[in-house]
Structure formats: C-alpha cells, structure tokens
C-alpha cells in the first residue's frame, strides 16, 4: 500500500502518464494550472510531448493531430475553456479518434469564478459541439478514484475510438488527499491503431483521418455506426455506487465533491432516524438509467437531486425516474459549496423543494 | 529540334485554355465541336510537327491532363 | 521515346475537384512533384485545412488529416511533435490561414514547429461563393464587399509574410506566384527549399502562393493570371523574405 499526500490536479497528471499518455496539450486556466504545470516537467523528463499552445481551442486540435497519427493524447482545462474546445471535441468524435479531456470545473456562466461548481453538467453530457455524438463522461468523488479511472481513461477512449472526459470540479483539483498510485488496472483487449496517419511506408493503405462527408446516405451510416458505439458504451461502461440504500425513506442523487458532502448529510440524518441513499452517478455520460428503473423502494417518500448548479442533472433524474416518485432539487450556484447541514435541511423540508 | 508527342487524358480536361495561351508555338486549340463527358470543349493540336516538346502545357495544367513525350 | 513531363505519382487517379483554370490545380501538382523527387511520399502527413482545398486529402498521395478550419497548424504540430522525422505540411488558403487560423499559424512558427505551411493566397473565400479575404484587394468588388473593398470600412489587405518575416522560428519564408511558366518554375524551386530545410530540421517554412479564383474573380483563366500579375503582385511583392540557410540577409 504505497500511499502518499498529493494534490488533486498533480495526482490526475500523474495518474495520465501512469496512463500511457504521450503527448499534452494546455493552456493556463484556474484551477487547473498544476495539471499542465506538472506535466510540463515530467513529460519532457521522459522524453515525451509537452506544449503550452496559444488558446484552448488549439490546444484541443493538438490533440487531435497527435491522436490521429496514433498517440495517447491529453488536454485538460476548466469551464471557458473546455467551452472553446466544443468544435474541436466533435472533429475528435466525428474522426473516431481516442483522447482524454480532463475538465476541472469552475463557477459560470461566462468568466464565472474560480470556485467548485458543477455548472457544466450538460456542456459535458450534451456537448456544445455539432451533430449527434457523445463525450464518455467519468465524475469521479476523491482522488484516489479520479487517479483510478484516469489510469483507466486512454485504454476506454482507445477501445472506443473516442473521446472520455473527466470531470471533476475546482475542489477536487486543489485538495490533497493521500492515494496509491499502484492500484492495478482493470486489463482491455485494445484494437490495433491501423487508422493512424504515420506516412505510407510505415502501413499498407493510405490512411486518411476525416470528418467530412458530403453525401448525405454516406453521413447518415456513420452517424448510425457512432450510435452503435455509443450503444456499447451504454451496455459496457455505465458506472454509479449505490449507498445506503437498504428500504430509504429518501434517496439523493448527488456525483463528485456534492456525493461526499451528501455522505456525512446522510449521517446525520440516520441519527434523526430519517434513513436516505444515494444514488451517486460515476459515468455521466453514459447516465446510470439502470440504477432508477431497478429502484424498488417501498418507504420510498421522495428522491432529492443535490447539485452545485441550478438543475441539470436534474433533467436526467426526471427523465430516469419517469414519473414513479417525487422528485426535489436543492442546489447552489456561483461556486458556493453546500455543506452537510444545507443537505439535512433540504431533506427535512423535501416538501418544499419539490420540483413541478 | 526535338520533336514532341503530346497526349490528353481528355476525360479530366476542363477547357481551361492556360496550356494554349502558355504554349509558345501556339500549335494548341479548344475544339468547341467537340466536348467531354463533363461538358467541357476539350484540347487538340492543330499541328503535331512543331511541337518542340518543351512541356510548357503540361506545366501550366492545373489537372495535369497532359504528357509529353520527346524523340530527341 | 522517353518522358519529358508525365502526371507525378505524388498526386492519386481522383479528379481534382477545383474549377477549370484555378491554380490550386498547378499548386498542387507542384507540391506533389517535390515530395516525389524528395523521395518522401511515404514519409509524409497533409493536413487538410477548410475551403476549396479541403478536399486536398483526396488528391495527395499521402496520409492526410483533415483540419478543423483555421486549426491546421495546430493539427500540424500535434502530428510533428509525436512524428519528428516524418515530413508534415499544411495546405491552406487565405481565409483558413490569414483570417481564422491566423493565431494557429503565427504561434506554430513561434514555436519553431518544423513543418512546412503551403498558404495559397487568392484574396477571395472560394468554396463559400466569393466573399472578402483578408487579403482582397482595395476597391475589390467580391460577395461582401459589393461596392469594393474600402479601407476605412474593411481595413487593407494583410501582408502574411511580412509579418511573419519577424518570428525567428521561420527558417524558410518566400512569396511567389503561379501567374506564368516562369514564376510557376520558381513557385516549385521554392517549395522545394522549404520541405528541404524541414528535412533538415531547420525550423518553420511558409511558402505564400499568389494564386486565382476565376470563377469568383469572374475572369477567365488566363485572364485571371494576369490579373495576379498586374493587380496583386504591386500589392503582395513577390521576394525571399527569411532564409536561415543564407546567412547575409539576416
């Protein structure tokens, strides 16, 4: 158990390069400066790529000239930033190329703050980009497991031919927590990088990377080719933990930093013998359906949707839940974090929070 | 003189005409009797023997449609 | 008989898509000829930018990426970084690079990223029908600039390679034409250089083709060149504005 004290942002750049990444792509944007910060020292240590491009947005089609000639590609930023790169993300989608995204999220809209917030729920689970396509989206809640699923990032993004976001939020990339490192990696059959444009003589074909299709016929097959993926992603990588969740008179739906502050709400609350869940997406993109379709709560008096925003998951839970149980919200906006009292209060007035 | 031999591969000309205003014995013309399958008046010789094979044509073609071939 | 001039292997069999007389065709064959020659087709990554040559991935016999409009520079050095001993360019007109893609292209010279950028400047947007570049001409009637181009409403033509003459990244930097056999034999000498000192590590290499657009121009062909010849090149002076490998002029 090699544990040891790191910060949020340095443990997601470590993790990346534990990952297999070979070349970043960043831009300074707080709070998400130690990433490229870190990397910009390590990577070229051992020989790998490092750029600090001129802006975001091309920052993110560095990445997507790196993952087309086959390499593990990584960009991180934070909310504006993440906002710049939309185009790019739905070449990288359209083109089928791999790559990883981490977006540190911070208070909006607009320049917004630098403080926590969850306000890019639907930037990064509906895309600001154009055409049908989908971002798989991981909403880790401690370090330890953004360190693991980032590990894991670069083998999904390659298994599906396309992006993975990681998102966390402010919080979470500045705090230190201790972590290993070493934890093993769940192993992958990874398809061969044949697409790749590395130069004729080191392959059979020409390769060509492209997202541009004018006949209509031709588009609309790939469109149906990228829903199937998406479909598999749907049956393979949907992730979310269920807590507490044994007969609740209420069960939350909370993910990341908001998921541990729910954790010692719920607490508190048993001591008031009112028993509450939590029903904590980990993928959110894909969206945990499953986990509310299978929900069998006979007490059940209502679910209370807990975000730092003013409602976007929230749809996602309504739509989920299709009609079966009460549904409340109780968030806050601006990079204010609740804390566990603001979360017993919600609970204990559900009634007052339930949304029409 | 070296004597050229020129072939078109007449199906991509488009009749843009820059190989007979380049061509510096002016032996090239636009057959306007005559067009390709895109609708194009395509490119002839009028006289084969004066070609001195110095590929000005070839040069200038945007869709190099053009070779030339020299007996020198 | 032997071959005096026969279509290179650089470029493949697909019908150029552009319009009849446009030079993008001669750019192209140019292009193609000195990767050929170079011996590096199989060594090569295109990057396609957004406009008439977007289709250009069709058309070289090379890999090709195909680039965000204005983000292939960008592209460009996330390839190059990863593949530093393959040959990268970009093909880009004035509106993916003078316009939109300006920040991609001067940074990516800054950086030194030694790749070789092919900027083919016909001072109108093709693709979308005829409107104003940044390169258009005073007084250049095009789609949006229907009276002409005026200076105090639109500002003056921009002069890329000035510019870029002053980032000491750029080792190779040279204006030409395609407006006669003469300036098209120079175009390709100069092509050459640029992918030569790419070859040799040199640093970032622009060549700035003067090129037309006879159909949004609403000229000839031939017409066409010589409007490059008599209009734009007073304007956009044909010269060697950087070259590392000869020492007097820095």
């Known amino acids: 158990m090699a544990k040891q004290l790191m910060k949020g942002n340095e443990a997601i750049a470590r993790a990346a390069m534990l990952g297999g990444l070979d070349a970043f792509f960043g831009y300074p944007i707080t709070p998400q400066n130690e990433v490229p910060e870190y990397l910009s020292r390590y990577m070229l240590e051992e020989g790998k790529v490092f750029v600090q491009s001129e802006s975001e947005v091309a920052a993110i089609n560095m990445v997507y000239g790196a993952a087309a000639a086959g390499f593990r590609a990584m960009t991180s930023s934070s909310s504006p930033g993440i906002a710049l790169k939309q185009e790019g993300i739905t070449y990288l989608c359209g083109s089928e190329l791999p790559c990883v995204i981490c977006s540190v999220m911070r208070g909006g809209p607009g320049l917004g703050s630098i403080q926590p917030s969850q306000g890019d729920y639907n930037q990064a689970t509906r895309g600001g980009g154009n055409g049908d396509y989908h971002v798989i989206v991981f909403a880790p809640e401690t370090i330890q497991e953004t360190i693991d699923i980032m590990k894991e990032a670069f083998d999904i993004a390659d298994y599906y031919r396309n992006p993975v976001m990681i998102l966390v939020d402010g919080l979470i990339g500045q705090m230190m927590e201790s972590v290993d490192l070493t934890r093993p990696v769940k192993k992958r059959f990874l398809p061969e990088k044949d697409f790749a444009t590395t130069g004729t003589n080191h392959h059979n074909k020409r390769n060509v990377v492209n997202s541009l299709y004018l006949e209509s016929a031709e588009l609309e097959a790939h469109n149906l080719a990228l829903k199937k993926k998406y479909d598999k992603v749907i049956i393979n990588d949907t992730r979310y933990e269920l807590i507490n969740m044994e007969d609740p008179d209420y069960v939350i739906v909370a993910f990341g930093t908001m998921s541990r502050v729910c954790r010692s709400a719920i607490e508190t609350l048993s001591e008031k013998k009112i028993r509450v869940g939590i029903i904590r997406p980990i993928s959110l993109w894909p969206f945990p359906n499953r986990a509310f379709e299978t929900l069998e709560a006979p007490h059940l008096k209502g679910i209370l949707v807990v975000e730092m925003n003013l409602g976007q998951m929230l749809t996602d839970v309504i739509v989920a839940n299709n009609g079966k149980y009460p549904i409340g919200f109780y968030g806050r906006a601006g990079g204010v974090v609740p804390d566990p009292s603001n979360v017993v209060d919600a609970i204990v007035h559900f009634k007052d929070l339930v949304v029409k | 003189m070296p004597k050229g031999i020129l072939t078109f591969e007449t199906e991509k000309c488009k009749g843009c005409g820059l190989c007979v205003a380049f061509c510096p014995v002016k032996i090239l013309y636009l057959d306007k009797s005559t067009m390709n399958q895109s609708g194009y008046n395509i490119i002839k010789i009028t006289d084969p023997d004066k070609c001195i094979a110095c590929a000005t044509c070839a040069l200038m073609c945007p869709d190099s449609i053009i070779t030339v071939e020299v007996n020198n | ?250």
Request: aromatic letters at 8%.
């Open chain 3, 1 to 250: 008989m032997d071959i005096k001039y026969k279509k290179t292997n650089g470029l493949t069999d697909t019908p150029l898509s552009y319009c009849p007389g446009c030079s993008h065709g001669i750019v192209h064959k140019l292009v193609a000829e000195t990767l050929e020659e170079l011996g590096v087709l199989g060594e090569t990554i295109a990057i396609a930018s957004v406009g008439c040559s977007v289709f250009s991935y069709k058309f070289f016999n090379v890999d090709a990426v195909q680039a965000a409009h204005g983000r292939a520079c960008a592209v460009a050095t996330g390839v190059k970084r990863n593949l530093p001993d393959r040959i990268v360019f970009t093909y880009q007109g004035d509106g993916d690079l003078a316009s939109i893609g300006i920040a991609e292209t001067i940074h990516a010279a800054n950086r030194k990223e030694n790749i070789t950028v092919i900027f083919i400047n016909n001072c109108i947007y093709g693709m979308t029908g005829g409107q104003m570049a940044p390169t258009s001409l005073i007084g250049q009637k095009t789609t949006t600039s229907q009276t002409g181009r005026k200076s105090d409403v639109h500002g003056n033509p921009i002069h890329i390679s000035e510019m870029f003459s002053q980032i000491e990244g750029v080792a190779y930097l040279e204006r030409v034409s395609v407006c006669n056999p003469r300036q098209v034999r120079n175009a390709k000498k100069a092509i050459k250089k640029a992918f030569t000192y790419q070859m040799e590590k040199k640093g970032f290499t622009m060549i700035e083709v003067l090129s037309s657009c006879p159909v949004n121009w609403g000229m000839t062909p031939v017409d066409a060149l010589k409007w490059i010849e008599e209009k734009m090149t007073p304007v956009f002076p044909l010269k060697v504005f950087k070259d590392l490998g000869d020492e007097k002029n820095v």
